[in-house]
């Protein structure tokens, strides 16, 4: 066939992507090859840092021997079907993470007004002829708030009142914490200003009233919470890959030829090694087992859990220190090989 423009259906790692006009050249072993930008394997789903060779090029710049930077990457024009089939080691593509959902298509919620209380008193009588004057007691707490686009309003209160006989009641309304708080979805993180609690991953937790800025777990998928061991290994062809923890599957997925890389696993539990099987697709199979174990301060690799505070300490019968003003900052990240380094910085006035 000769070299120019064919109108092709696109097909990535066994599934299609696309139908689009793509220019063809002669390849090296005399067949005709894709001629594509970068740009256009990124629109494709390859990493824009796939390999140092494919990162180094300029978004415009036309790929005519794809394997040239993209090793173990194969395409196939098949011209009798005008299908052009795109092969790419996994571990060169972007992550699509089980469960993960665009920020853009988060839902703020709706305006609202929210008041959850609780009331209760009773009355006691003496009915064993002392004359004790009879007592009555009341107790309530309340917890309100409002929500208008990201931002939430949350109130905590709580209100008593006692009289015993003919004496004065006495009663006490406390306002016990009361914060603004919204979502900062660029950096998976909560901001908090007004009375809240430091997280306790790595220093004890204090209650202040201040501001804080925090890593949320709830903003990452269900495949990326806690920690679990990235998996990698080598495809000869199209194969699945099964993992097993305990002798029960928990992951199971299907990786094009060359290497691959598994971030998203879900372990059933914070011990046991895990099974890898790769069954390639003319049924042979290579087996390997990969330790794991977990203690509750370990991240993923790449994963990173951080809090910065900055206010006044709300602590009771601690003499000075009870509103001391105070600056702490923690951070935690997951290394390769299983490895988690944290730790964090603390300055109050009264260390100083």
């Known amino acids: 066939q000769a070299p120019g423009t ?57 790929v005519k021997n794809l394997p040239q930077v993209l090793p173990a990457s194969t395409t196939t024009f098949r011209f009798s079907d005008q299908r052009l089939d795109i092969t790419v080691p996994q571990i060169m593509m972007r992550r699509r ?36 004057p009879a007592t009555d007691s009341l107790y309530g707490n309340f917890r309100g708030g409002a929500n208008l686009g990201p ?6 209160a709580v209100y008593s ?3 015993s006989g003919d004496r004065p009641a006495q009663s006490d309304f406390h306002v016990i914490s009361t914060y603004l708080q919204r979502n900062i979805a660029s950096v998976r993180g909560e901001l908090t200003m007004g009375d809240s609690s430091t997280p306790s991953d790595v220093f004890d937790s204090v209650q202040f009233r201040g501001v804080q800025l925090a890593s949320d777990d709830a903003m990452l998928a ?25 002798g029960s599957i928990i992951y199971q997925t299907y990786v094009p030829p060359g290497p691959f890389e598994i971030t998203d696993i879900y372990p059933s539990s914070l011990s046991g090694d895990l099974e890898v099987t790769v069954r390639e697709n003319n049924g042979r199979e290579h087996r390997f087992t990969q330790a794991y174990s977990s203690v509750a301060v370990m991240q993923r690799e790449g994963q990173m ?11 009771s019968g601690q003499g000075d220190l009870h509103e001391a003003k105070f600056v702490q900052a923690t951070l935690i990240y997951g290394l390769p090989h299983d490895l988690t380094v944290y730790g964090g910085m603390q300055i109050a006035a009264a260390y100083l």
Request: some cysteine; overall charge neutral; charged content about 25%.
């Open 97 to 132: 993470v089980r469960g993960e959902v665009d920020p853009a298509l988060w839902d703020q919620g709706m305006p609202a007004l929210l008041l959850d209380y609780m009331v209760t008193g009773n009355r006691t009588r003496d009915l064993s002829g002392s004359h004790m």
């Open 222 to 246: 269900d495949s990326l919470r806690g920690f679990a061991p990235v998996i990698r290994g080598v495809a000869d062809t199209n194969a699945q890959v099964t993992v097993r923890q305990n």
């Open 161 to 163: 009142r006692s009289q």
């Open 151 to 156: 931002w939430r309003l949350r109130s905590y």
């Open 305 to 315: 859990k951080y809090a910065m505070t900055a206010g006044r300490l709300r602590l």
């Open 6 to 62: 064919y109108r092709v259906s696109l097909w990535v790692n066994g599934e299609q992507v696309d139908e689009k006009n793509v220019v063809f050249v002669d390849g090296p072993d005399g067949h005709l090859v894709p001629a594509m930008t970068r740009k256009a394997y990124e629109a494709l789903g390859v990493c824009p840092d796939a390999t140092p060779a494919f990162a180094a090029l300029p978004e415009d710049a036309v």
